[in-house]
Every structure is written in structure tokens, then in C-alpha cells.
T-cell receptor, first 116, second 114 residues
């Protein structure tokens, strides 16, 4: 079974608008972490934001926020005020188990295109 | 802190040849990971080192693949008798102690087997 599901292969947004990238996950482990990474065409994976399963507040990092709905097992990434440089692939990933050995399971990604 | 370095960035090889990739993690990071990413997919875990010990290997890591991390510093990933299905981006990442939530990834080595 898919552990991380990203149902949007591609998303389009105009510059300065907000966009939500969807991610649902599946785990029976009570301790897990959720990550979002950005992958530009150059190939490197850039860490954006993290949400722990026990965190009470939704994570925020600058223009990025994570809409964490634990009961629905969703961890959507919200990018506010999109910029042209946000055009990239975005991957949702999950770590299961306690912190330490942080093996991540990734989704198939969403390609975001920001237009002027 | 110069980040995670991977070498080479690109490698084209003929089927059947052996290739070796190198990863230099962030110096204070004791954990090192290799992932493989094929076109249109997210990265898939291959193997994990804590210091010099290889603690976990994916079943994706066939016996043609071997990874080492001598002295707990840089790591190498060798693929013997390459096949066309080995064509992929090979990503290395490192992380520190358990309070460091995110990996730092390198820019990857793109392997093309012809």
C-alpha cells in the first residue's frame, strides 16, 4: 500500500497567489514525522518544513505552512505569495518510528509551475 | 559547512561496466543515507550508515551494489556490471543527532547506462 500519496501530478498558480499541495499518508505507528522537500531542475532536494506527529501546532517556515490534519492523515503544504522561483517538484515524505534512524518514504511528487 | 558533496554529477557508462560514486557529508553529521530516484518518482531508500557501520539496506540494493563508509567520513556507492535499469539519480544525504529533523541532500549523481 502507498504510504505517501500525492494526487496532483501538476499544479499551476499565478505569481503572488497561494497554492496548496496535497499529501495523505498511511501509518499505524503513533510516532512519525512528515516532511516537504523542493526539488528544482538542478536535482538537489531542499528541505522546506517538518511536522511531528505529536506537535500540537501546524508547522510554519516563512511562506511555507503545513496544514496537518491528523485524523484525516493529511499533511498539505501551503505556499503563500508564490514566486517564480517556487517552480519545482515538491515531495511529501514520512519518517516512521522514533527519531534517530530517519529513513524517509517519499510520494511521487507534484510539479508546481508559477506563471507571471 | 559546505553542504553534502557528490561526485561525479553525471556519469554515462556502457552496460556491464562498474561505476563508483562518492559522497562527502556535512562533517559533523554521523548519519549518511543513499537514495535512488528514477524518472517521475520520489527518492527510494537504498542504505543507511551510522558512523562507519552500515545499519540498514533496502532489498532494492542487489548484490551488484555495495556501499562503504570507511572511518565514518565519506561514503562510496559502487555498482558492478551495470544494467540499463540502473539509470537513475543517486542521492546522498546526511543528518546529525535526533533533534535534526531534516536531512541535507547532495545534488546527486545522474547515472545513464547505455
Amino acid at each position: 500500500a502507498q504510504k505517501i500519496t500525492q494526487t496532483q501530478p501538476g499544479m499551476f498558480v499565478q505569481e503572488k497567489e497561494a497554492v496548496t499541495l496535497d499529501c495523505t499518508y498511511d501509518t499505524s505507528d503513533p510516532s512519525y514525522g512528515l516532511f516537504w522537500y523542493k526539488q528544482p531542475s538542478s536535482g538537489e532536494m531542499i528541505f522546506l518544513i517538518y511536522q511531528g506527529s505529536y506537535d500540537q501546532q501546524n508547522a510554519t517556515e516563512g511562506r511555507y505552512s503545513l496544514n496537518f490534519q491528523k485524523a484525516r492523515k493529511s499533511a498539505n503544504l501551503v505556499i503563500s505569495a508564490s514566486q517564480l522561483g517556487d517552480s519545482a517538484m515538491y515531495f511529501c515524505a514520512m519518517r516512521e518510528g522514533p527519531e534517530g534512524f530517519q529513513k524517509l518514504v517519499f510520494g511521487t511528487g507534484t510539479r508546481l509551475l508559477v506563471s507571471p | 559547512d559546505t553542504g553534502v558533496s557528490q561526485d561525479p554529477r553525471h556519469k554515462i557508462t556502457k552496460r556491464g561496466q562498474n561505476v563508483t560514486f562518492r559522497c562527502d557529508p556535512i562533517s559533523e553529521h554521523n548519519r549518511l543515507y543513499w537514495y535512488r530516484q528514477t524518472l517521475g518518482q520520489g527518492p527510494e531508500f537504498l542504505t543507511y550508515f551510522q558512523n562507519e557501520a552500515q545499519l540498514e539496506k533496502s532489498r532494492l540494493l542487489s548484490d551488484r551494489f555495495s556501499a562503504e563508509r570507511p572511518k565514518g567520513s565519506f561514503s562510496t556507492l559502487e555498482i558492478q556490471r551495470t544494467e540499463q535499469g540502473d539509470s537513475a539519480m543517486y542521492l546522498c544525504a546526511s543528518s546529525g543527532d535526533s533533534r535534526t529533523y531534516g536531512y541535507t541532500f547532495g545534488s546527486g549523481t545522474r547515472l545513464t547506462v547505455v
